[in-house]
């Protein structure tokens, strides 16, 4: 079972690296877009995004959710923000709507761009942290090849 207390202290952790990396890396209206777009892709089921990946895109729509965007409606924050936990099949289908509307907006250059961007920049790379466990099993793979 999963310590409560340490899911979130890392999730807290994550958090922070992520609202630093907002403040260091100013998006535009257009970037905000397509953080909404992805946001939008995550709540519909559809971001085939790694689990950890996605939480650090949801904790950037956070911290850049009070942003106007460049062509999406600026009431998709306040749609974002209304939504149930558990969203019943008439709220789907708003969610698809929506989704596939701001997909229609960004173009595929914008977004291809801004994933670009955010990997290039490193707002994951508060995931690749090797922990002494992992090091130790590397080191233990390496010492079993002779190397």
Known sequence: MTDPTTTEQARAVDDRHVARWAAEHPLSAEQV???????????????????????????????????????????????????????????????YERRVLAETIISRPVMKAFKAMIRKTGLFDSLRVVTPLKLSGLRQGSAARGE
């Open 33 to 95: 877009d397509c953080v909404i777009a992805v946001m939008l892709k995550i709540l519909d089921g559809k971001c085939k995004m790694p689990e950890d990946e996605k939480a650090v895109m949801r904790s950037l729509y956070q911290a850049v959710r009070i942003r106007p965007p460049c062509r999406l409606d600026h009431d998709l924050h306040r749609f974002i923000a209304a939504l149930p936990g558990r969203p019943d099949t008439r709220t789907r289908e708003a969610i």
